[in-house]
């Protein structure tokens, strides 16, 4: 069967547009809203935090019912409706509530959908990289044109555009195709026993600390960037500015892959980290700093994403496939994502966002010398290429 290469494109087009909706100005919206940072840092943490429990459980039943299309499906209308709540409310408790609700469903579809794409892809899982694109593409449409609209208009209608591009991410899980997956008769190891590897853990490790590194960016820079009089327009022409380096990547990847091994290129994204979160905490009024710290979104986020998605591949195989995505996603995602959501926000005002960003480089220090002892160095030649 061919790949539906459209449509699984399509749905990442729209995922990300979604997310290109929320996460640069959901921030921006909850402060117009009245919310202090503490409370930011709260709601955030809550909208993360789901994704420790709901990828987990959805995960174990795509693998023991094999219907993992139909979960997106479900998950992704569910998530639509809840999401539309907050048309309606305004007080915290209720924010938080409906933040729970939508998350615990929106963070059910994307792991799945992974697991959805790498089964069309079969072998030839070094055309991933491909189809993730077009989520940036989708994340770098909406994030200007919302720039663009808050300019004139209020923060207020963000809801309201958010609502629509869930739909249309419904919709595209509607004429996705279900994958043909090889059952095997039994898995040559169980789930417990994947995890218990060293490389496996430390490679767990390594990715939670990563995306603890990334919540106060994703949290509070564009608080951040209007604190220093950057406009809407300049805050989303930078948020695009890093997601467009991270096509650039994506477009090159598989290429990279053929001459790099999955180890280097982790730990090449490790150290630039490190020094992205001190550029961005250090030197906000430069904005030539500010640019260059974005195109190495490429790596902090675009680089270690696809290393992790093969490494997951690899390491939890076809069986196991469902599981290992939502465990990826639930530990750096989600736990990961928490930690980072509420000691920002705890800090921002305390100790100030210098503090908040230098903290995030320290992460991805210990990340780094994690992933050098023990991610790869048992096969490191074997694991330049998926597939």
Known sequence: MSIPYWRLSGFYFFYFATLGGFLPYWSLY?????FNPIEIGELSALLVGTKIIAPNLWGWIADHTGKSLRIIRIAAFFAAVIFSGFLFVHDYVWFACITIGFSFFWNAVLPQFEAVTLSHLKSDAHRYSGIRLWGSIGFIVTVLGIGGLLDSWPVRLLPLVIVALLILNWWLTLITPEAKTVHHESAPLGMWQIIKKPEVLAFLAVNLLLQVSHAPYYVFYSIYLKHYHYSATVTGLLWALGVLAEIVLFVYMSRLLKRYSLRAVLLFSLALAVGRWLMIGGYPDYLGVLIFAQLL???????????????????????????????????????????????SGYYWESLGPRFVFSIAAICCGIAFVIAYLWVGRENTKNLAVLG
């Open 297 to 343: 979104h490429a790596a902090t986020f675009g680089g270690a994403h696809v290393v992790a998605i093969h490494l997951v591949h690899r390491y939890f195989g076809d069986r196991h496939q469902g599981k290992g995505q939502a465990l990826y996603s639930s530990l750096s995602f989600g736990l990961g994502g928490m930690l980072g959501s509420l000691y």
């Open 30 to 34: 909850l402060k117009d809203a009245g």
